[in-house]
């Protein structure tokens, strides 16, 4: 088990859809990360949040949007999804933003998403 | 050329033996250094981070860096089955690199 928990673990949407996909550490970590995984590929960063505010956007796509509610929660809502935007989402936190250079990263176990 | 190389393999590799997975980077502003191992349809669970040149050893893992040659290993002792999973290194400065990962099978 990991102390990322990640929601839902699957989730098949249609190109018209509206969902959220949610991620808890309590670790005390103060970076949170959204990664994207295709297969046989290494994790592909999305946005990352830095004592709760974004600090880096990726030029993500506008139909992702990520949300830091507080220190332990991150939320990446979809909408209007294309099909090949279906992938393994990885959400990921830090002790500190990575340019400090002391924290590993660690990572949940994603939620398989598919759209349709 | 990639912030990050690693060799994709395959790897296949009899239970028991010693195993060396590498990567090599062109950054020097990469100063703290990651293994993770990814199993299929889970994420990339940490199994060694460090900062300094030289090695460190956890059970049968030991991670090894040379800044001077911008080279990383880690080497898997009496391999197991369990083990064969896609590996990946990565670094961080300004955020984290990865390599591309490598496949590795250990057969029984």
């Known amino acids: 088990d990991t102390e990322v928990t990640q929601t839902p673990k699957h989730l098949v949407m249609g190109m018209t859809n509206k969902k959220s996909l949610k991620c808890e550490q309590h670790?005390?970590?103060?970076?949170m990360y959204w990664y994207k995984q295709k297969a046989k590929k290494p994790p592909e960063l999305m946005f990352v949040y830095s004592y709760e505010k974004l600090s880096i956007n990726e030029s993500v796509p506008s139909r992702f949007s990520p949300e830091c509610p507080n220190s332990s929660l991150l939320n990446l809502h979809l909408h209007a999804l294309q099909p090949e935007d279906s992938a393994l989402y990885l959400c990921?936190?830090?002790?500190?933003?990575?340019?400090?250079?002391?924290?590993?990263?660690?990572f949940g176990n994603g939620t398989r998403l598919t759209v349709t | 050329q990639k912030e990050v190389e690693q060799d994709p393999g395959p790897l296949s590799v009899p239970e028991g033996a010693i195993v060396s997975l590498n990567c090599t980077y062109s950054?020097?502003?990469?100063?703290?250094f990651m293994w993770y191992r990814q199993y299929s349809r889970k994420g990339p669970e940490l199994l060694m981070y460090?900062?300094?040149?030289g090695n460190k050893e956890d059970g049968r893992f030991t991670a090894q860096v040379d800044k001077s040659s911008k080279y990383i290993s880690l080497f898997i002792r009496d391999s197991q089955p369990s083990d064969s999973a896609t590996y990946l290194c990565?670094?961080?400065?300004?955020?984290?690199?990865f390599g591309t990962g490598t496949s590795l099978t250990v057969i029984p």
């Open positions: 460090t900062y300094s040149s």
């Open positions: 950054n020097s502003a990469f100063q703290y």
């Open positions: 990565a670094m961080s400065a300004d955020q984290f690199y």
């Open positions: 670790m005390g970590h103060r970076a």
């Open positions: 990921a936190s830090s002790q500190d933003p990575p340019v400090s250079n002391n924290s590993p990263l660690h």
